[in-house]
């Protein structure tokens, strides 16, 4: 499937020294396997979840350490079964992206060098993860959400679809992006209770921008008040989003 590379931005992971940063972010130690970064990653989300007091900032990256180092264990036991269990999400995903483009959009992809360096550019594409979409005024807001959950695109960490047509079903489709630390729906139909359902689903959610929408200013108050956790932004919004310098908002 052939990309239009200008609406693609790619982003590379940092890597570790000898040791991982996703192991070190555990507490992790050779020799790796799956059932002690489960058990890892379970004793520190117990402090680190927002639900527990835990800062989002904090939660996220141990979810990111704890995705990085279940691929990591994944793909040193047997490349071969990687391989075969990759290729199907991978073009799920990029089904997604060329979607994105078509639309007008931009969406990032990031790319995890270790990888790369141990079975070449030609297999390492299969753990691209989509990170980033920006994709305004959507007429059909509802059903590309449904389509981005179809597609499974749940590794997204940034949903910017400011002035699209989007109702409370259609918000529904976005419960199982636990990964999303940024959502912009301004202009869009969000209203409050359809967030209020929404939110708690979302734990690494960082920042909501909910300018133009049905929310009055009462609310707006319930809202920080209950998620208080989360920046939530109803004037202008910024020109750049906390956490995503690498992404074109221009």
């Known amino acids: 499937m052939q990309?239009?590379?200008?609406?693609?931005?790619?982003?590379l992971q940092e890597t570790?020294?000898?040791?991982?940063?996703?192991?070190?972010?555990?507490?992790l130690l050779p020799p790796y396997e799956a059932a002690d970064v489960k058990a890892a990653y379970r004793a520190k989300a117990l402090l680190t979840h927002p639900d527990r007091g835990g800062d989002p900032a904090d939660f996220n990256r141990l979810k990111d350490a704890y995705d990085q180092a279940l691929e990591f264990v994944a793909f040193s036991g047997s490349r071969r079964e990687w391989i075969a269990a990759r290729v199907e999400p991978y073009l799920l995903q990029e089904e997604v992206?060329?979607?994105?483009?078509?639309r007008g959009g931009r969406v990032q992809v990031e790319r995890i060098p270790w990888m790369e360096k141990s079975c070449g550019?030609?297999?390492?594409?299969?753990?691209?993860?989509?990170r980033r979409i920006k994709l305004h005024h959507v007429a059909d807001g509802d059903n590309f959400l449904k389509f981005l959950a179809d597609h499974k695109a749940h590794f997204l960490v940034e949903l910017d679809l400011a002035g699209s047509r989007i109702t409370s079903q259609g918000l529904n489709h976005l419960?199982?992006?636990?990964?999303?630390?940024?959502?912009?729906l301004s202009g869009t139909g969000a209203d409050a209770r359809s967030l209020r359902n929404l939110l708690p689903s979302l734990p690494s959610l960082e920042w909501l921008n909910v300018?133009?929408?049905?929310?009055?200013?009462?609310?707006?108050?319930i809202l920080r008040r209950a998620f208080s956790h989360i920046s939530i932004v109803t004037d202008t919004t910024p020109a750049v989003i906390p956490g995503s310098e690498t992404v074109d908002h221009s």
């Open 3 to 11: 990309r239009q590379t200008d609406k693609v931005d790619v982003a």
């Open 16 to 27: 570790g020294s000898e040791r991982p940063a996703f192991m070190e972010v555990l507490g």
């Open 97 to 102: 992206v060329a979607e994105v483009i078509k």
């Open 121 to 130: 550019e030609d297999f390492a594409h299969l753990a691209e993860r989509l």
């Open 175 to 184: 419960s199982s992006f636990d990964a999303l630390r940024s959502l912009n």
């Open 211 to 221: 300018r133009g929408t049905k929310l009055g200013w009462w609310n707006r108050f």
